[in-house]
């Protein structure tokens, strides 16, 4: 009986202990689209920032800012809805009951596991501190911070066994400033005061500030994935039609070469002449005179066309003649409404989205400098990038450009020397040049499989080699076992030596490379002493 009251007793004064001090994710509503987001303050930034995500205030101007994979937002309906989110969701952290109370120097090597944390005083990251989500990927990591906030240079957040951004909140109750070269993960709500970020940072989350200025000098900040963020995918792909098969293509110009130039898939004009290009560096058909191919390729480009330029856009990019500068892109349709300077890097992240597109109009022409790059990231492919140019287009020296051009109305007019092109050059009237260039017009399922082969003797296509660009391996269909007889495939590198001799006995045969140099490859296949087809291999190991 004695045993049954205390542990009844006991069952009673658990009711009236404090409740533990779970984590849970506030609601940030609209405010989650926000990289950078005052409710009432100026936003500004110096230097050269990159930025994903909206940018704005309620109450304010946002000034000086370049080009943002975002949207600009002051003084606007959803800078209001943005601010009435942003009160609610910092009422919500504020309401949570802390289970830790670390001291105000954060980092030096520590390691946190999730939870709430309370720090009474001011606080300071400094070194490294790693927020441990013990394999759970909905870990939630908030710190109440009751005064402000500041970081030393070169000081980071790390998340370690499944931590994400999304997950990590820091409230604080005054000022927050990061020094030079702070990598910090999560979201940054600073109470009555200001946010300071200097160059060299880096910010996985988003700056909120219920009431006060937020600066930005040099940084890069985006908003996290995961947590439920959409997975981009971007637009729906334009169908090219046949003239997915050309690696440059003039729907009525000239198309000429100067220098040496190699390429993968064709090249022709509907209305002109091709010239200049040697069959040995071409992957593909040289259509020297317009064909049926070329009409088939003018009319279903003109048609990819009028999708992409009525496509929607998402995002629009302000600042045209700043394009490149190290921007970062996602995957959707952006709009520059007027001529393009594209200097150094743009960066396309396709976010781990493989199948994600990317859709550039610009109204305008397009120039380069030399070495201007486009580079993909977690998965973005060249097939998948579209840029459609009202204007003439110049890819200056040893530049490397992905994607596939529609020009319309305007001349390819110099694809200068060393440019490397991963994709298509195509326009819907212009002449098109270029200038000791390399080009590959990565294949598109559906469209064009295989590259083209030369036919001897009244055969046709007696093999089929694909894949045609690929790597270590690919594989020899017989199309027609009736039509050869003791065959083997020869294939020799750019300066005629053989470098393989197989016989084809079987259907299917597995051709290994993986010895071979990348480089352009000639093949002969022969049967009873004659040569009954032959072509070109890419290898890209």
Same mark, same amino acid.
């Given at each position: 009986?004695?045993?049954?009251?205390?542990?009844?007793?006991?069952?009673?004064?658990?009711?009236?202990?404090?409740?533990?001090?779970?984590?849970?994710?506030?609601?940030?509503?609209?405010?989650? %689209?926000?990289?950078?987001?005052?409710?009432?303050?100026?936003?500004?930034?110096?230097?050269?920032?990159?930025?994903?995500?909206?940018?704005?205030?309620?109450?304010?101007?946002?000034?000086?800012?370049?080009?943002?994979?975002?949207?600009?937002? %002051?003084?606007?309906?959803?800078?209001?809805?943005?601010?009435?989110?942003?009160?609610?969701?910092?009422?919500?952290?504020?309401?949570?009951?802390?289970?830790?109370?670390? !001291?105000?120097?954060?980092?030096?090597?520590?390691?946190?596991?999730?939870?709430?944390?309370?720090?009474?005083?001011? !606080?300071?990251?400094?070194?490294?501190?790693?927020?441990?989500?013990?394999?759970?990927?909905?870990?939630?990591?908030?710190?109440?911070? @009751?005064?402000?906030?500041?970081?030393?240079?070169?000081?980071? &957040?790390?998340?370690?066994?499944?931590?994400?951004?999304?997950?990590?909140?820091?409230?604080?109750?005054?000022?927050?400033?990061?020094?030079?070269?702070?990598?910090?993960?999560?979201?940054?709500?600073?109470?009555?005061?200001?946010?300071?970020?200097?160059?060299?940072?880096?910010? +996985?989350?988003?700056?909120?500030?219920?009431?006060?200025?937020?600066?930005?000098?040099?940084?890069?900040?985006?908003?996290?994935?995961?947590?439920?963020?959409?997975?981009?995918?971007?637009? *729906?792909?334009?169908?090219?039609?046949?003239?997915?098969?050309?690696?440059?293509?003039?729907?009525?110009?000239? &198309?000429?070469?100067?220098?040496?130039?190699?390429?993968?898939?064709?090249?022709?004009?509907?209305?002109?002449?091709?010239?200049?290009?040697?069959?040995?560096?071409?992957?593909? $058909?040289?259509? $020297?005179?317009?064909?049926?191919?070329?009409?088939?390729?003018?009319?279903?480009?003109?048609?990819?066309?009028?999708?992409?330029?009525?496509?929607?856009? %998402?995002?629009?990019?302000?600042?045209? +003649?700043?394009?490149?500068?190290?921007?970062?892109?996602?995957?959707?349709?952006?709009?520059?409404?007027?001529?393009?300077?594209?200097?150094?890097? *743009? $960066?396309?992240?396709?976010?781990?989205? +493989?199948?994600?597109?990317?859709?550039?109009?610009?109204?305008?022409?397009?120039?380069?400098? $030399?070495?201007?790059?486009?580079?993909?990231?977690?998965?973005?492919?060249?097939?998948?990038?579209?840029?459609?140019?009202?204007? !003439?287009?110049?890819?200056?020296?040893?530049?490397?450009?992905?994607?596939?051009?529609?020009?319309?109305?305007?001349?390819?007019?110099?694809?200068?020397?060393? &440019?490397?092109?991963?994709?298509?050059?195509?326009?819907?009237?212009?002449?098109?040049?270029?200038?000791?260039?390399?080009? *590959?017009?990565?294949?598109?399922?559906?469209?064009?499989?295989?590259?083209?082969?030369?036919?001897?003797?009244?055969?046709?296509?007696?093999?089929?080699?694909?894949?045609?660009?690929?790597?270590?391996?690919?594989?020899?269909?017989?199309? %027609?076992?009736?039509?050869?007889?003791?065959? +083997?495939?020869?294939?020799?590198?750019?300066?005629?030596?053989?470098?393989?001799?197989?016989?084809?006995?079987?259907?299917?045969?597995?051709?290994?490379? @993986?010895?071979?140099?990348?480089?352009?490859?000639?093949?002969?296949?022969?049967?009873?002493?004659?040569?009954?087809?032959?072509?070109?291999?890419?290898?890209?190991?």
């Amino acid at each position: 009986m004695k045993n049954q009251l205390l542990y009844s007793l006991l069952i009673v004064m658990l009711f009236f202990l404090p409740a533990p001090g779970f984590a849970q994710s506030p609601d940030l509503g609209t405010a989650a %689209d926000f990289v950078l987001f005052s409710t009432d303050g100026a936003v500004s930034n110096t230097g050269i920032s990159h930025l994903t995500g909206n940018v704005g205030t309620n109450n304010g101007s946002s000034t000086a800012f370049g080009n943002v994979d975002g949207s600009m937002h %002051d003084g606007d309906a959803a800078s209001i809805q943005c601010a009435a989110d942003l009160l609610t969701a910092y009422n919500q952290l504020a309401a949570m009951t802390p289970a830790f109370f670390p !001291a105000s120097l954060l980092g030096n090597g520590q390691t946190l596991q999730a939870g709430v944390y309370s720090i009474s005083s001011a !606080a300071t990251l400094n070194a490294d501190l790693t927020l441990d989500a013990e394999g759970d990927s909905d870990a939630i990591f908030i710190f109440q911070i @009751q005064a402000p906030f500041s970081t030393n240079a070169s000081s980071q &957040v790390l998340l370690t066994n499944g931590a994400l951004a999304c997950n990590v909140f820091w409230k604080v109750e005054g000022l927050i400033s990061m020094a030079s070269g702070t990598s910090m993960k999560g979201t940054l709500i600073a109470n009555n005061s200001a946010i300071e970020m200097n160059t060299g940072d880096t910010l +996985e989350g988003r700056a909120l500030s219920i009431a006060g200025a937020i600066t930005v000098d040099g940084v890069l900040a985006y908003t996290p994935i995961g947590c439920g963020s959409p997975v981009l995918s971007g637009p *729906v792909a334009p169908d090219l039609g046949a003239a997915a098969c050309y690696a440059l293509f003039s729907s009525d110009g000239a &198309v000429t070469n100067s220098g040496v130039t190699n390429l993968v898939g064709d090249v022709g004009t509907n209305v002109g002449s091709t010239t200049g290009y040697d069959p040995l560096l071409v992957a593909g $058909t040289i259509h $020297t005179i317009p064909d049926g191919s070329t009409a088939l390729s003018a009319t279903d480009l003109l048609v990819a066309y009028n999708y992409i330029n009525t496509l929607p856009y %998402d995002i629009e990019l302000l600042y045209p +003649e700043q394009f490149g500068n190290n921007l970062v892109l996602t995957p959707h349709t952006y709009l520059m409404d007027g001529a393009v300077t594209f200097t150094d890097t *743009v $960066t396309l992240n396709a976010q781990g989205n +493989e199948d994600a597109v990317f859709v550039i109009q610009i109204n305008g022409a397009i120039i380069t400098s $030399t070495y201007s790059r486009v580079k993909l990231l977690n998965g973005a492919q060249a097939k998948n990038v579209y840029w459609k140019i009202e204007g !003439a287009v110049t890819i200056n020296d040893y530049s490397t450009f992905c994607g596939t051009i529609i020009c319309n109305n305007g001349a390819l007019g110099a694809i200068n020397t060393g &440019v490397e092109l991963k994709g298509r050059l195509l326009t819907t009237n212009g002449a098109l040049n270029t200038m000791a260039a390399n080009g *590959v017009a990565e294949m598109i399922p559906g469209n064009c499989a295989t590259l083209s082969a030369q036919a001897h003797d009244g055969f046709i296509n007696a093999i089929t080699i694909y894949p045609n660009p690929f790597g270590g391996s690919t594989t020899v269909f017989v199309n %027609d076992v009736a039509q050869i007889n003791n065959a +083997e495939l020869r294939i020799y590198n750019a300066l005629g030596i053989e470098m393989m001799n197989m016989p084809i006995t079987r259907e299917q045969t597995i051709l290994e490379t @993986q010895d071979f140099p990348s480089g352009l490859f000639f093949y002969v296949v022969i049967s009873n002493r004659k040569t009954i087809q032959s072509g070109k291999l890419l290898i890209q190991q």
